[in-house]
């Protein structure tokens, strides 16, 4: 098993097969944010008076701190996802789990667009919607550290941020086929009709997405590529009190530097849109015109950040992406709250500029933090973890500072300070890690010694070689 760890051109099949893992990291992740960034504009939207009905007609600012809430909760559930995900992948294989995790997450997304509201089943309403949303996020658990991870260490030492960023880019691409979605249809019904049913067919439509990331995932899982990934997860797959007596330093660097990309992510993602339209009186077409730039803008950004990585370190990469997302938190408010569509726009773009650098490196930084043989477990619990810390639960943060002082550069204040926390918790990681060996094949040799039953696998391997 080659550990790509040299600057030496790969063989034209071994390019193909690269090409399979790129193809695959990119539609795993593309599919699963869709998902999730469907729900987010939704919650943006039309969720708190249709299934918070109460509260909506008391309080509707407490509303929708309620619906942003119920789109941090899936993210507590991510891992044990990825430790029950990681159980069934040793015992049953990959296939059946990928399976498993394709069928809950697209298909929780699906039966919310046919959830009844509170109208018609009362209490019931938001408890099953809650309930999906335990599914979506549990689906999703460990899914990003095995496409990170493979992405990675298939890549040549010195491309290795450029390869990592494949899985990174799955987020805006998703971002922008949910925002595409949702501008077509605000765009092309009333806003009552889009209130009633319109919301739904973005939702509905995610079972197309199963079938089609299942067929394209199933070319891979055929391949010798798929056995690697197979061997490869059990080999660096550590017991969770491994990982935490012996490395717990580095899993909380993880965390914190994940942490406030992931937080100012989920303002482009879907906080922006409801502030424009709902404070602001933009229209909903207006704002997500504006969210999806925004989302191309960050895709560019993120692909930038994977390549500039490679070229004056990833370390520095993220501190000058943190850099910039300090500096425009809170100046980005008054263009803003111009409500002009080009200075709305111009603000998001902006706070790209400094999301891409400071997720691009993201992958390759986080295999290089980790040994080999607590790799995955490392790399999937850090990155689930800054997701609970930053992104989970932001929308709603910056809901209640929006309701509490009726300013929006007050969530600016929010994002600047998790910006210093992750910006200070990326410059502790010694950059004498960078391009390190990731000892790949001592791992796998390490590992069959302790579990002679997996040599026929690594010799399938070998073979595919």
Known sequence: MSTRDNDVAPAPRRSAEERKVLASTLVGTTIEWYDYFIYAQAAAFVLAPLYFGPVADDNPGLAQVISWASLGISFLFRPLGAVVAGHLGDRLGRKMVLVITLVGMGGATALIGLLPTYATIGIWAPIILILLRVVQGFSAGGEWGGAALMSVEHAPRNKR?????????GVPIGMLLATAFMTILTSSMSAEAFQTWGWRIPFISSAVLILIGYIIRRAVEESPVFKEMQLRKKESAAPLRVLLRDHKKNVILAALI????NAAGYLVIAFFASYGSNVLDMSRTSTLIASFIGGVSWLVFTMFGGWIGDRIGKILTFQIGYGIIILWAIPMW????????PL???????????????????????AEMFPARVRYSGVSIGYALGSIVGGAFAPMIAQLLLNRTGSGWTIGVYIAVLGLISFIAVSMVPKSIEGKDLHVEDAEREYLEEHPEDAALAAEVKRGQ
Do not use: H, K, R
Not at 348 to 364: F, K, M, R
């Open 161 to 169: 941020s450029a390869f990592g960023s494949y899985p990174q880019i």
């Open 258 to 261: 994940f942490a406030a990309n």
């Open 334 to 341: 008054f263009l803003l709250d111009t409500a002009s569509l």
């Open 344 to 366: 709305f726009t111009l603000a998001i773009v902006l706070l790209t500029v400094g999301l891409g650098p400071s997720y691009g490196p993201q992958s390759a930084l986080y």
